[in-house]
Nanobody, 120 residues
């Protein structure tokens, strides 16, 4: 069982910055793609950014240029730094981590989500 714990959400003014982190715990042998997704009220969950084990990143157009995803495999943690936040960035942000456990069983785990609210 791999569990994810997110932190860093909160209320920020438009134009402000926020950093999110997501730490994975459990019997992890190998981490693959790690990412962040968000779900605004009344909308479907959408991709924000992903990062591969090799460091290749992918961003949604809506956050490109304003966000940076990074990872620390030694700490089993993925980060998301968001700058110049806009009210439309308001959502519940969830992390997703894919990989393999110590018995080489594939996992695809989600965090519980953290609320980010951007005030105008």
């Amino acid at each position: 069982q791999v569990q994810l714990v997110e932190s860093g959400g909160g209320l920020v003014p438009a134009g402000g910055s926020l950093g999110l982190s997501c730490a994975a715990s459990g019997s992890i042998a190998h981490l693959d793609v790690m990412g962040w997704y968000r779900q605004a009220p009344g909308k479907q969950r959408v991709l924000v950014a992903t990062i591969t084990r090799g460091g290749r990143t992918n961003y949604a157009d809506s956050v490109k240029g304003r966000s940076t995803i990074s990872r620390d495999d030694a700490k089993h943690t993925v980060y998301l730094q968001m700058n110049n936040l806009k009210p439309e960035d308001t959502a519940v942000y969830s992390c997703n981590v894919k990989g393999y456990t110590d018995i080489w069983r594939e996992f695809d785990s989600w965090g519980q989500g953290t609320q980010v609210t951007v005030s105008s």
